[in-house]
């Protein structure tokens, strides 16, 4: 039994017209000897009408509620397209997270999956060809239904793809594939035939929002080849796979860039042991998730701590900051909501130097003041003034010739 | 353990305003001192919504399907209102059909209900205070949801409440209770008190919307007494019990009528053995339900036969009547959809003459026509024309003396 799993997200399902695209893709599977299982998200926009619905009846929604309402978006979009595909002949049936089950851990709102019955969507791939599973959604070991978080409908793909020993798991998405950078903002932009998994992963941490990040740790931990491409048209798409040595042949894939960054600068910090603990144990408490983070050198004892948050956690983290500054015996405490983080990515970096020097080198040549560094084996951060943030992406996508 | 069910209907989930009005019942039970079965409907119309939505995917959407998507409309009416509980902090979860389970037959759209895991809910029950289960669905053995047909939330209620042991299931409507008939139709109508299964059951067959048929059934065969009452008052509604002697000292407890009838007589069907099944086979193999039937007295070997089915199928059922002519050899074909039946209805009569030739005796004098008569052990339905409908249930309600 071949078996290929096709997942279509909100836009997709957005109307009969858009089904009936879906519609055909599925058909076009079917014709080529697959068995399909069919992922489907909510309409685009229900999920977060859903959402305002909750918070009109409570000021807190009980989270298990919550996930039980909002799996009703996914529950419609595949008990709507199973009617459609039945009417066209197709032996088809919706199938929603607890029906297989897809088992989670009970994180109600971003719900990990544990394990899913691959036997049993296997077993009832004999009886049709086509399954309309529930994107986004799973169940905990007693019963209660839990959603994978946002863009979780990516994940139940990859996982399903995963347990079914599928082939390859397609996304279908709004645009072409995964390109070197954002197409709005860099016209010499490309799309990319191929890309290595520890490539997406750093590409959508930066805001390439394509895939969900989950689902390509997902893909990578079961090496499922994903191959992300578009509703609206048959063109080949980027395959999101293993790396390989030709890969490592390109010295830069990407350039990606967040500007959901904002700054928080401690200055003259009393430069002892422990103080790291002190300011970054209280922010994880409060769930706000740090990305960079650089300390100066030492001067007279004290030095200074710059890290940047998700700008919607700039005020919370300053009032924190400013609860803390007893202990913390830091002398000020600057702020911007005004920067964002460009991003060159590529695995080919491992085995080359020089790649850092020349980004550096490119941003400097326009003028663009770079106020933190961060690099990791594949990837180079820096974070700029948010204005030069188109400059910054053009100027690094020329320098390493992504357009060619 | 004291556990009360209450059950309430679409009107009564339209709107926040309206859901803490549900909530107040509830905490008045709390008060009392019982454990609570929240049932709940999907807000008024959403049901119609859904299919009508499903019609627009499908020409003859799948049943199991349209179960699934029908019943998003219970679940999100039942997470909601768990969030309010929460948001007030009562201790309550919404559960589903299939979470309990409530196993059912495979008829989706028209389920009945095999069992229901009464245990697992009692152990729920020890952690919470109030379950808000979704009305009108279940799931069969193998993992498929399905409805239990229109009004199907007051055959859960009352199923819980006699899987629970419940000392009572109060049915909460936006009518004070059940009447002796309708108040729309005859000013004096008044609210009963009391009145038991079967002539509740009559009543309900009838047209008399407070009470589904099934959960009547339901609630005769395990003697679960239901309180139907008004969401909107705290007024005592109608209790609907075992039958008990006291009652039988009442002659006539209620008028009802029914508009939904359309007449078909075939004239001259050649009197052989037989000729019923040949007629009323094939409707019944069609769906249609066939409720009044008469057959005159045979001359020259050929009789007349009318019966009544709901209007909606009568065209369905001509177009059989004239494709079987050749076999049923009938001279002619008579309809009329403008009929409607009136009963007179009461467990007194059992023990009691003379009820029908009074109500013949009252139309008769304001010159109703009776187009036909049936009659059971505690009921006597005329079929009269439709135009004289009102006429007819206020002058039986009068000769009964039921305004009293």
Redesign the interface.
Known sequence: MRILVQKFGGTSVAD?DRLNMVREKVMAALDRGYKVVVVLSARAGKTNK?LA??A???????P???D??L??GE??S???????L??HGIKA??V?G??IPITTDDAFGSARIHSIDGDHLRRMLETYDVLVVAGFQGVTED???TTLGRGGSDTSAVALAAALGSCECEIYTDVDGVYTTDPNLCSTARKLDRICYDEMLEMASMGAKVLQIRSVEFAKKYNVPVHVRSTFNNNPGTMVVQEDPAMEAVLVSGIAYDKDQALISLTGVPDRPGISATLFTPLAKEGIVVDMIIQTASRNGRADMAFTVPRKSLEKTVKLMESLHDIIDNQGIETSAKVSKVSVIGVGMRNHTGVASKAFDALSKENINILMISTSEIKISCLIEEKYTELAVSTLHDVFELGK
């Open positions: 009969i859903l619905q909750a009109r009846w409570a000021d807190e929604p009980d298990a509620e919550v039980s309402l799996s009703t529950q419609a595949v008990t709507l397209f199973s009617m459609l039945k009417g049936r919706s929603l607890w029906q019963g209660r239904i």
